[in-house]
């Protein structure tokens, strides 16, 4: 017999109808669609609807007249009125003394339901064979496993932590502590990317800057960067193929230039083949996806597949936000292009990983970065795109700076981090190598 039988649901619903202090504390998981018997799913969802209007449980007597009111306006159906009428009398004859019992149980019974429910739905889809169906259908298999999730966190208590932020502390000053934080190859720059000493976990990283200004090749030489120093890399490339992206990454661990890969070929395989045997090496995947049809959705089933498999990322990089697809079309460009963000952001925490992407300035903002340097406020579309960021790191070159083999990097917006800092790198793009070497703080 199932932990969530009949007997169960009956006891989760008296809570529900009853009991103000459940309903504050946990009513938000319980959704008339959980419940199998008809009569009960209806009952539930009655009290649903006076919940929402008065925010607390009402007496037997007022319950009454609302269901009759909701029946009569054909806001809820009641097929069989002696069932729910015997239920009622169920649900209101025990004292409610399990309230700590049902709470603990109710994420799991939620999480249950609605998994059922989102399976079920995916059968149907297969069955009609409808592509887009069938996606929202794993999508919202994906979302069922979330259900109840943010109700088995445990809130810290900030006086009991503090032994803990002290050690952390002392090992961050002896430089022996990280946050768990991706390196990007460069000590100068981790350093700067406080508190984590380089991307951070569970935080979206966008490196901003004009057409043509090294996006792709920021985002390959980090990916790389971590890869070697241990981490495992998965790189969603919406723009070019698996083979431009092996190709400008052979020629950043070989330091030859991408157009003399061809010929060559031995100094590259030679570089590949010490670059592969270095000591703790992590993994580098690379997947591309046609432009304008990547859905963070889609990355995240393809990222939890793997997971099923036993592969985790620590670093996510998608190249890049402006040519991903929103979920949902909208009429204003910049609402579905914000929602990519926010999404992103999110993937990070799902998967505990860095997420880094890139995105463009618009028309004055790549004439700030040649002059000086641009900030969010220049971002193509519209600054909503970027400010879910936790960094956003603007790229700058004048024309002089590009002939010299120069970059700065501003740091634009920082969540946790000093903003207003610029950092000047020398970089060698023929090599598709953004960063060489730190020349200091302008």
């Not at 298999?141 to 979330?146: F, G, R, S, V």
């Not at 570089?271 to 859905?295: C, N, S, Y």
Request: proline share 2%; with cysteine; glycine share 8%.
């Amino acid at each position: 017999m199932s932990q969530f039988d009949q007997a169960f649901q009956e006891q989760l619903a008296a809570h529900y109808l009853r009991d103000n202090v459940f309903v504050q504390s946990v009513g938000g998981l319980v959704l008339p669609e959980y419940f199998e018997n008809e009569s009960l799913a209806a009952i539930v969802a009655i009290q649903k609807i006076y919940l929402e209007k008065y925010g607390h449980c009402p007496t037997l007597q007022t319950y009454v007249q609302v269901m009759k009111r909701l029946v009569a306006a054909k806001k809820v159906k009641i097929a069989d009125f002696d069932e729910v009428k015997r239920l009622l009398g169920v649900l209101h004859r025990d004292p409610l003394a399990d309230r700590q019992f049902v709470i603990d149980t109710i994420a799991d019974f939620a999480r249950h339901a609605a998994l059922e429910n989102a399976t079920m739905g995916l059968a149907d889809a297969l069955d009609s064979q409808d592509q887009t169906k069938i996606f929202k259908g794993l999508a919202a298999i994906e979302e069922a496993k979330q259900v109840g999730a943010t109700d088995a966190q445990v809130a810290r208590t900030f006086t009991s932590g503090r032994a803990n932020r002290q050690q952390r502390r002392a090992q961050a000053a002896a430089g022996g502590y990280t946050n768990g934080g991706i390196t990007t190859g460069f000590p100068e720059l981790d350093n700067q990317l406080t508190p984590h000493r380089g991307w951070g976990r569970k935080e979206l990283n966008i490196l901003m800057g004009p057409p043509k200004s090294g996006k792709t090749a920021s985002m390959i030489t980090f990916a790389l960067k971590a890869a070697e120093a241990g981490f495992r890399v998965f790189y969603a490339s919406c723009e070019v193929s698996e083979d431009i992206i092996e190709d400008r990454s052979d020629a950043n661990v070989s330091g030859v230039a991408f157009k003399e890969l061809v010929q060559r070929q031995a100094e590259v395989d030679a570089a590949l083949e010490a670059w592969e045997k270095k000591p703790g090496l992590g993994v580098f995947d690379v997947q591309a996806f046609p432009i304008r049809t990547l859905k963070v959705s889609e990355l995240v089933r393809i990222l939890k597949k793997k997971q099923a498999n036993g592969q985790d990322y620590d670093l996510i990089v998608v190249d890049y936000l402006g040519i991903m697809r929103p979920e949902q079309q909208y009429q204003d460009k910049r609402f579905g292009l914000a929602e990519v963000g926010q999404d992103l952001r999110a993937m990070g925490t799902t998967f505990n990983a860095a997420v880094i992407t890139g995105y463009q300035t618009n028309r004055t903002g790549t004439q700030k970065a040649q002059r000086n340097v641009s900030d969010g406020t220049d971002a193509a579309d519209d600054y909503e795109v970027v400010r879910t960021a936790d960094v956003l790191i603007t790229i700058n070159q004048s024309v002089d700076e590009r002939a010299n083999g120069e970059v700065v990097l501003y740091f634009s917006e920082m969540r946790n981090a000093e903003s207003g800092v610029r950092m000047r790198f020398k970089q060698d793009l023929k090599c598709m190598r953004f960063l060489t070497e730190f020349m200091g703080f302008d």
